[in-house]
């Protein structure tokens, strides 16, 4: 019989709301949720059947009943919280971004590490079955040898200095925000390498934040990728992989509910399996299939990879002189 895991959820915001429709409908047990205020936390619990409400991080930490924390809070305080959660022998899977930076993502790697315990940066489209079909595809090469990918998510965020997206202070901007996306799904097909040259420009606001970026990256020779991302502009949020032999569409990457093999303009493939529930349960079933193998990172979601993601996100905001308020300095 497998070993029954309980999840403690921090945060209470819409991230954590689909989080944990797609982690009930994947059966994993959410046992307790953590949220600044008790009125928030009993209030989220109410609405999805948890057990426990805390306002009180370091409290539900104390709760030896707890297997796996998930972090769904703004991303100022991901490093903070991941940290304390690995010291107290918490397995962690970590909203994107998982860090501000490569620093403070090296910080984490290094704790979860010491601690033995799992910890995984929470990309959850990587884990839908269209993207999984896709690296079937491209491990079997059947688009040939990549020559370009082409990437973009943006959507149009109302102002609110104050806001998550738009606030400095909270690591807001399109960049950690939005363009994560398209530059984990280009890892992805590049193999979790480092580009050997980024190019970037970024707008930034009036709150200092970028709201759009546009990055092209190098991968060696005809291995080009280019995406946009924007958090004010509404964008035709697709992926594209060409190579020698064909390509692959996949339609709003994001949610990833389909994905389009394309061989020589002639034969097409339109793969759209059954979906469970929103989506979100397929990354939670990976890290609880992980931790019962005694695995403490993702062989789909390395450490290594998400540290070339935050390091590749460090060099675009180095080119445009964007730093976050007290973020920790990259080495």
């Given at each position: 019989m497998e070993k029954s895991l309980n999840w403690a959820l921090a945060g209470t915001g819409g991230i954590s709301n689909r989080f944990i429709i797609g982690l009930k409908a994947a059966g994993g047990k959410p046992l307790a949720v953590v949220s600044r205020t008790m009125q928030n936390a009993r209030g989220f619990?109410?609405?999805?059947?948890?057990?426990?409400?805390?306002?009180?991080?370091?409290?539900?930490?104390?709760?030896?009943?707890?297997?796996?924390?998930?972090?769904?809070?703004p991303n100022n305080t991901h490093r903070d919280m991941t940290i304390k959660a690995l010291k107290a022998k918490k397995a962690v899977l970590c909203e994107k971004p998982s860090a501000l930076n490569s620093a403070e993502l090296r910080e984490m790697i290094s704790t979860a590490r010491e601690n033995n315990?799992?910890?995984?940066?929470?990309?959850?489209?990587?884990?839908?079955?269209?993207?999984?079909?896709?690296?079937?595809?491209?491990?079997?090469?059947?688009?040939?040898?990549?020559?370009?990918?082409?990437?973009?998510?943006?959507?149009?965020?109302?102002f609110n200095p104050a806001g998550r997206v738009y606030n400095p202070e909270l690591g807001?901007?399109?960049?950690?925000?939005?363009?994560?996306?398209?530059?984990?799904?280009?890892?992805?097909?590049?193999?979790?390498?480092?580009?050997?040259?980024?190019?970037?420009?970024?707008?930034?606001?009036?709150?200092?934040?970028?709201?759009?970026?546009?990055?092209?990256?190098?991968?060696?020779?005809?291995?080009?990728?280019?995406?946009?991302?924007?958090?004010?502009?509404?964008?035709?949020?697709?992926?594209?992989?060409?190579?020698?032999?064909?390509?692959?569409?996949?339609?709003?990457?994001?949610?990833?509910?389909?994905?389009?093999?394309?061989?020589?303009?002639?034969?097409?493939y339109h793969y759209e399996p059954e979906y469970i529930s929103n989506g979100y349960g397929y990354e939670a079933v990976e890290v609880m299939n992980c931790i019962r193998a005694g695995k403490t990172e993702s062989p789909v979601m390395s450490w290594n990879e998400s540290l070339v993601l935050m390091e590749t996100m460090d060099e675009v905001r180095r080119q445009s002189n964007f730093v976050y308020p007290g973020e920790i300095k990259t080495k």
């Open positions: 619990a109410n609405r999805h059947g948890v057990e426990k409400a805390c306002d009180n991080y370091d409290q539900m930490l104390e709760d030896k009943s707890i297997d796996i924390v998930y972090i769904g809070t315990c799992f910890f995984m940066e929470a990309m959850w489209n990587r884990f839908t079955p269209p993207l999984c079909k896709v690296r079937e595809w491209l491990a079997q090469s059947l688009i040939g040898e990549i020559k370009i990918v082409q990437a973009n998510f943006g959507f149009n965020s109302p807001g901007g399109s960049l950690l925000d939005a363009g994560i996306y398209p530059l984990a799904l280009i890892s992805m097909v590049f193999g979790g390498i480092r580009p050997g040259s980024v190019k970037s420009q970024l707008y930034l606001g009036s709150t200092g934040v970028d709201e759009e970026a546009f990055v092209i990256l190098s991968y060696g020779g005809p291995r080009m990728a280019f995406y946009a991302s924007a958090i004010n502009t509404q964008m035709i949020n697709d992926a594209w992989i060409y190579g020698t032999s064909g390509k692959i569409h996949v339609p709003a990457f994001t949610w990833a509910h389909s994905a389009d093999l394309i061989l020589d303009n002639r034969y097409n």
